[in-house]
T-cell receptor, first 116, second 108 residues
Framework: KAGVTQTPRYLIKTRGQQVTLSCSPISGHRSVSWYQQTPGQGLQFLFEYFSETQRNKGNFPGRFSGRQFSNSRSEMNVSTLELGDSALYLC???????????????FGAGSRLTVL | SQKIEQNSEALNIQEGKTATLTCNYTNYSPAYLQWYRQDPGRGPVFLLLIRENEKEKRKERLKVTFDTTLKQSLFHITASQPADSATYLCAWGNDMRFGAGTRLTVKP
């Protein structure tokens, strides 16, 4: 079956612009999580969506937002881009874990954002 | 505050040896821990999950242990190969937080 698909794979923006990244989860997976990865900070949790609702949120400013559609596809948006937003943005999908269940993630290849 | 750490940023070993990576946690009692492998420019790939009531889990040359007394999980790769060179990450929690990772290099 198809894996997690992220688009675009690479993009370059300038400070102050905004960007939208897209993620198509594995068919049947209803949870989508987003992460930011930088060399200095490692893999940082942004947010998780399930059934079109944000279920968990990391410690990022309000410039970072996301949404999930009824078909489980998700988008994340970063507004007013800063140089420090340059990173690899990873999306991961999983089956609904249920209460107390484990959330095993399948990651996409990521979208590499460069802010100039 | 809750904290989980991987004790080494990098680990270099000789081919054929056993690599042992550590994940320590404080102020937190995870119900389970997961280990992932990440190659450069790619997303992490799930390897193993161990629950708090399990002492050990194995998958081929991989073994993970979970010691709730020491608050530690150990990840072992036996008979290591250069192809095992990658960054290994531990993860925990319902919202899946990741440790900083250990970059393993296996030298031929």
């Amino acid at each position: 079956k198809a894996g997690v698909t992220q688009t675009p794979r690479y993009l370059i923006k300038t400070r102050g612009q905004q960007v939208t990244l897209s993620c198509s989860p594995i068919s049947g997976h209803r949870s989508v999580s987003w992460y930011q990865q930088t060399p200095g900070q490692g893999l940082q949790f942004l947010f998780e969506y399930f059934s079109e609702t944000q279920r968990n949120k990391g410690n990022f400013p309000g410039r970072f937002s996301g949404r999930q559609f009824s078909n489980s596809r998700s988008e994340m948006n970063v507004s007013t881009l800063e140089l420090g937003d340059s990173a690899l943005y990873l999306c991961a999908s999983s089956l609904d874990r249920g209460l107390g269940g484990a959330n095993v993630l399948t990651f996409g290849a990521g979208s590499r954002l460069t802010v100039l | 505050s809750q904290k989980i750490e991987q004790n080494s940023e990098a680990l270099n070993i000789q081919e054929g040896k056993t690599a042992t990576l550590t994940c320590n946690y404080t102020n937190y009692s995870p119900a389970y821990l997961q280990w992932y492998r990440q190659d450069p420019g790619r997303g992490p790939v799930f390897l193993l999950l161990i629950r708090e009531n399990e002492k050990e889990k194995r998958k081929e040359r991989l073994k993970v242990t979970f010691d709730t007394t020491l608050k530690q999980s150990l990840f072992h790769i036996t008979a290591s190969q250069p192809a095992d060179s990658a960054t290994y990450l531990c993860a925990w929690g319902n919202d899946m937080r990741f440790g900083a990772g250990t970059r393993l290099t296996v030298k031929p």
